[in-house]
């Protein structure tokens, strides 16, 4: 266990990615830490933020802090294991967080002290607390941690964070973002999600259950961003019409509407038409929606609870209100072949979806996938590093993994292709700009994996 035994003074890292993915066009930090970095300054503890991908680490100065507290995805987490095991070799007390340490606690405790599962707000607080009043750790909900030489995991807490007492994004106990004006545009509107797509991680950190931010708060928080462009990165903005609607009409009476924002939607909300001219009209340039498949019988694999038909209504409701639409895809089920990946491909040119995603199907752990693919001797490698949605790592059944590797690099260029870009809208120019810079991060990608490549066609 630790020696230091009064934690004051704590230092919030995101680990960085290594190498080329889906959201290499833009870092955007997520919102985890900002927020809990507001949570505990407000109970008067000294914080400063680290993201990795904008500012390197100095581990001399990480020894200076009382606690380093390190989030990570499972494309991530190899890099925070790196800087875990290096500062607890120095004898720092490290604390681990995420989707991937949520449901890899055991692995990740060779590289930490402590993990806090689901949710870090509540668990964390309490975690300190304990620390600091000499308490026993077993009261604390939600934490895993050895003792005495074994581990121990904690009951989750049977009760979710109020998103209405979580304080805004806090960036300021970052350095890189000292001016105000540099803070991303990142909000949360709401946690949780109660639908059951088996390939998702989502509830594995927030649950089945909507919460959500009081409107006022949300106003409050987009005030700063008048006039720029913000970023909802709830899982479904509008899971809850209503609320939504409120937020958006609150939004036009009270003129804080940003320059542009964009949104993660399902199909379903396009159904509802007064939510969307509300979205044309408090800006929104971009939804993106969680497609997944033009396969009727993968939709049905993937319990994604929506229809090819809903997807061909949903995109033409998008664009009648002039919604850009980025469409993502999974493929990979246990029902696609090597032409599902073209069919998706042609599909997504002939309806006029703006830009695409197309992802591998991933084993995430905490994920139903994960646990079929395991039982099923399906799951290629752990290299956690390669679980990004672009590197296959599992056996689908009708197609081998290089073939769907290939598939889905020779589709994405095809989409993304310079003859392809320049066929737009001119009143979409974003896109434009959009598919060049698809078209360069699939070309990097393609170019940077050749090992990986040659390693699928070992397994095929």
Known sequence: MPIKTTVRKIALIESKAVQTHVFSRKYSPRLGLPILSGLLRKEGFEVELFFQELQPLDFDHLMTFDMVGISALTSTVKEAYRVGAILKGKGQTVVMGGPHASAK????????????????????????N???????????????????????????????????ELPGNDFSACKVYSNPKDHPGGIMFSRGCPYDCNFCSVTTTFGRKYRYKATQQIIEELRPFSGRAVGFIDDNFAANPKKTKELLKAMLEQKVIPSRYSCQIRVN???????????????????NVGLESVNPETLKNYHKGQTYEQIVSAIKAFQKYGIGLHGMFV??????????????????????????????????????????????G?????????????HVAVRPKLMTP???????VREMKRF??????FNIDLQKRWRFWSRLVGWYLVKKWDEENAEYYEYLKTVS
């Open 416 to 421: 993304y292709s310079i003859k392809h870009s």
């Open 331 to 376: 493929l990979g089920s246990d029902v696609d072949t090597p032409d599902t990946i073209k069919e998706t491909v042609n599909f997504a040119i002939d309806i006029g979806i703006d830009t695409i995603q197309l992802c591998a199907l991933t084993p995430f752990p905490g994920t139903a996938v994960h646990d079929q693919m395991l039982a099923e």
């Open 402 to 408: 290089y073939e769907l590797q290939t598939g889905i």
């Open 105 to 128: 606690a055991d692995e990740a405790l060779e590289h930490c002290d402590y993990i806090v599962r689901g949710e870090g707000e509540a668990s964390f607080l309490e975690l300190l």
């Open 269 to 287: 909300a396009a159904g509802d038409e007064e939510l969307l001219d509300l979205m044309r009209l408090t800006g929104c340039r971009v939804a």
């Open 378 to 390: 399906r799951i290629l490698h752990t290299n956690w590093e390669m679980y990004d949605g672009l």
């Open 130 to 164: 304990a620390i600091n009043q000499n308490a026993p750790l077993a009261n604390v909900p939600g934490i895993s941690y050895r003792e005495n030489g074994q581990i121990f995991h904690n009951n989750s807490s049977t009760t979710k964070v109020d998103m209405k």
